[in-house]
C-alpha cells in the first residue's frame, strides 16, 4: 500500500538511480490506487508515466453524470483542468494543459464503473543520486493530495446534501461543465435540423485577448445579432436563446479595416468545438465538419485534382493530378479546397487576410487584359459548389465581386453586425459587372494513398506544439491547419497516421479502399473506442481527438505521400 511505498523511498535514498525502476506496480492510497507504470531509467529521460484510478462511487461523482458518453467526455474534460491547476506549484509533477474547448482526452477516462488520470513525475535526484526523502514527499503529499482535491466531490460534512448535489460548489462547477457541452451538442443538432450551418448567441464574447491569447478579450462588445436574422433556439439547460443564425449557402462578411470581419469568422471556425463556460464561445456552434481553408504557399501537394481552380498550366502540368514541392498561394489553396471536399468539409471558411487574391477573384479589367489565364477564380464556382451542398462564410471587404453572388451579406461595424443583403442587392445591381458562373462543379479524381515503406531505424511517432508532426524521418508542418488547436491533438494525429501508413496495421490504407473511406473508418472507430482506436502505445498520455478532416489535411502536407488516382467522385446532393 501506500505505506510500504513511501518506506520503499526513504530506503531508496542516495542509491544509484536505476534503483528507482524496482518501485514499478500498484499501491492502494485507500479511496484510489496509484500505479507506476514506467519509471524513467535516468533523471534526464523523459518522465516516469503514473495513474490514478478509482470509482465514480468512491469519488461522489454522481451517477446522473454519467449516464451517456457526452457527459463522460465533459467530465473527464473537468477532471483534468482540475488535476491541472492543483499540481500547477509542484514542478516535478505533469499533466498536459487544458485550452478553452472541452474536448475527449486520453489523460482522463471516465466510465460508470473507472475514474483515472494519466500523469507524469520527475523522479527527483541530484546528479544520479535518488534524492529518496524528496520522492517521499511527492509519494506521501503532493500526490495524494492532488488527486484528491481535484477528484474527490465528496462532502464531508453533509453527505445528504452531496447526493442532493448541493452546497458542494465542487459538484456544481462539475455539474455546470457538463451542461455547457451538452447545450453546445444540443446547438449542433439545431443547425443540423435547421440546416443552418453556423449560429452565435447575442451575448457572445467573440474578441480574444491578442494573437497568441485564446482567452476572451475584457471589456470586448457582446456580438448582437441583427433582427433579421434573429433566431430562439432552445437548449436542455441554457433554455431559451436568442442569435444569429447564418443558413447554408454563400455568406459574406464584409465591412471596414478593423472592424471586426476577422474576428467573428475566427469565432466561427474555433467553434466546431465546444468552449468552457466564462469563454465567451459557449453559444457559438458552426458544423463540425467546416474547414478553415487558406493559402500555404511553400507545402507540397500530393496529385490533387485541382482543375476544378486551375488548368492549362504553362508547361502543359496535368492539374488532375497535381503535385508540387513548393506550391504557390493559389496552388495551395486550391488544393486546401480540394482536400477539404475529398475529405468531407460541408462548409468553407475563407478569409481575404490569409487568401490568394488571384483565386478569390478577377475584376473586368484584368478579365479583358488576360487571355490566357489558367484559373477559375472561387468567385465563378462558389454558386455550383453551394448547389452541391458546400457551403461557403467568407470574409472580403476589399471586393466587390462576391456581392452578387452572396445569398446573405453581412456588414462588420465598429463591431456590430448588420445584415446588408439588400443594400448588397442593389449596389450590384446598380454597379453591374459581367459574370462567368461555372454552371457545373467538375467531378473531381479521389485518391487512394499508399503505406509508408518501414522506416530504416527506429521509427519515431511525435509532434511539436499544434505545428509540427514528425514520423520518422518526415516532418510534417501543420501550422496552416488552423482548426488543430490543441498540442494533443497534433500528437493524436501523429498516431493517426502512423497507423493509416503503416502497412502491418489492419487499421490503414489498403488498396481498393479511398481515402475518405479509410479515414470514415478510423472516425467510426474513435466513436465506438474511445481514442485507444489509434493504436500505438497501450496508454497514451496526452492525446486530445482531433476531427477526422484535420486529420487528412495532416495527411495530405506530408512531402512522402504516395497516392494512386482512383475513380472520379461525383457529388451525391
Ligand atoms: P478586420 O478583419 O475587420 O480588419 P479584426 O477582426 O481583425 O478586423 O478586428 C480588429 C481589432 O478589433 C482586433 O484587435 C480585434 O481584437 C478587435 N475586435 C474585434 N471585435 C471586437 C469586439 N467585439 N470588441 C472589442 N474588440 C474587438
Ligand atoms: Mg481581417
Not at 518522465?47 to 461522489?60: C, D, H, N
Request: charge should be negative; proline fraction near 5%.
Amino acid at each position: 500500500n501506500d505505506r510500504d511505498l513511501i518506506d520503499r523511498f526513504y530506503r531508496l535514498d542516495g542509491r544509484n538511480y536505476g534503483a528507482y525502476k524496482s518501485v514499478t506496480g500498484d499501491y492502494d492510497y485507500g479511496p484510489f490506487t496509484l500505479h507506476i507504470d514506467r519509471v524513467q531509467s535516468d533523471p534526464f529521460a523523459s518522465p516516469s508515466a503514473l495513474r490514478a484510478t478509482s470509482t465514480p462511487q468512491a469519488l461522489g461523482i454522481p451517477e446522473d453524470l454519467l449516464d451517456f458518453n457526452a457527459k463522460r467526455i465533459a467530465v473527464a474534460d473537468f477532471l483534468a483542468r482540475e488535476f491541472a491547476q492543483m499540481i500547477k506549484d509542484v514542478p516535478e509533477l505533469r499533466i498536459a494543459k487544458c485550452g478553452q474547448e472541452i474536448l475527449e482526452r486520453s489523460y482522463v477516462q471516465v466510465s460508470k464503473t473507472l475514474v483515472e488520470v494519466r500523469f507524469q513525475c520527475q523522479f527527483p535526484a541530484r546528479g544520479r543520486t535518488i534524492l529518496g526523502r524528496e520522492m517521499a514527499r511527492l509519494a506521501d503529499v503532493e500526490i495524494p493530495y492532488a488527486v484528491m482535491d481535484s477528484l474527490d466531490f465528496r462532502d464531508d460534512d453533509n453527505a445528504e446534501n452531496t447526493a442532493l448535489g448541493k452546497n458542494n460548489p465542487r459538484l456544481t462547477a462539475l455539474r455546470t461543465h457538463v451542461e455547457t457541452y451538452l447545450d453546445y451538442l444540443a446547438l449542433q443538432e439545431v443547425l443540423t435540423g435547421n440546416e443552418w450551418v453556423a449560429f452565435v448567441a447575442d451575448q457572445s464574447l467573440l474578441a480574444r485577448r491578442s494573437g497568441v491569447s485564446d482567452l476572451p478579450l475584457t471589456n470586448a462588445v457582446p456580438f448582437v445579432s441583427p433582427d433579421s436574422l434573429r433566431a430562439s433556439v432552445s437548449l436542455p439547460y441554457a433554455g431559451t436563446v436568442q442569435g444569429m443564425a447564418i443558413p447554408a449557402g454563400i455568406t459574406l462578411i464584409a465591412g471596414g479595416g478593423y472592424h471586426g470581419k476577422s474576428t467573428l469568422l475566427n469565432a466561427l471556425q474555433r467553434a466546431v468545438y465546444a468552449h468552457i463556460l466564462g469563454d465567451g464561445r459557449e453559444l457559438v456552434a458552426t458544423r463540425s465538419q467546416a474547414m478553415k481553408i487558406r493559402a500555404a504557399d511553400g507545402r507540397a501537394v500530393t496529385s490533387v485534382d485541382i482543375s476544378a481552380f486551375i488548368a492549362n498550366l504553362p508547361a502543359g502540368t496535368d492539374t488532375a493530378r497535381f503535385s508540387t514541392e513548393n506550391a504557390s498561394g493559389s496552388t495551395s489553396q486550391a488544393a486546401a479546397i480540394m482536400e477539404a471536399l475529398e475529405g468531407g468539409a460541408d462548409t468553407l471558411l475563407i478569409d481575404e487576410d490569409t487568401s490568394a487574391t488571384n483565386l478569390l477573384i478577377r475584376d473586368a479589367r484584368m478579365r479583358s487584359l488576360i487571355k490566357s489565364e489558367p484559373i477559375t477564380p472561387f468567385v465563378d464556382r462558389i454558386r455550383a459548389l453551394s448547389a452541391q451542398g458546400v457551403s461557403t462564410i467568407l470574409v472580403m471587404g476589399g471586393s466587390g465581386d462576391y456581392l452578387d453572388v452572396a445569398d446573405l451579406v453581412l456588414l462588420m461595424e465598429d463591431y456590430r453586425c448588420l445584415d446588408a443583403t439588400q443594400q448588397a442587392k442593389e449596389v450590384a445591381g446598380l454597379m453591374t459587372r459581367e459574370r462567368f458562373d461555372e454552371q457545373e462543379f467538375p467531378a473531381f479524381l479521389q485518391r487512394h494513398p499508399h503505406p509508408l515503406p518501414a522506416p530504416k531505424g527506429k521509427s519515431k511517432t511525435k509532434s511539436r506544439g499544434t505545428e509540427q508532426i514528425t514520423l520518422d524521418r518526415h516532418d510534417i508542418d501543420v501550422s496552416d491547419v488552423e482548426q488543430i488547436v490543441d498540442p494533443g491533438q497534433a500528437e493524436a494525429i501523429a498516431w493517426a497516421l502512423r497507423g493509416l501508413l503503416d502497412p502491418a496495421r489492419p487499421s490503414g490504407f489498403k488498396q481498393g479502399l479511398s481515402l475518405r473511406e479509410t479515414v470514415d473508418a478510423l472516425d467510426e472507430a474513435l466513436n465506438r473506442h474511445g481514442l485507444s482506436a489509434l493504436g500505438g502505445p497501450e496508454r497514451p498520455a496526452f492525446w486530445v481527438r482531433p476531427r477526422k478532416i484535420d486529420v487528412v489535411a495532416a495527411l495530405n502536407r506530408l512531402r512522402a505521400l504516395q497516392v494512386a488516382a482512383g475513380n472520379s467522385l461525383v457529388f451525391v446532393k
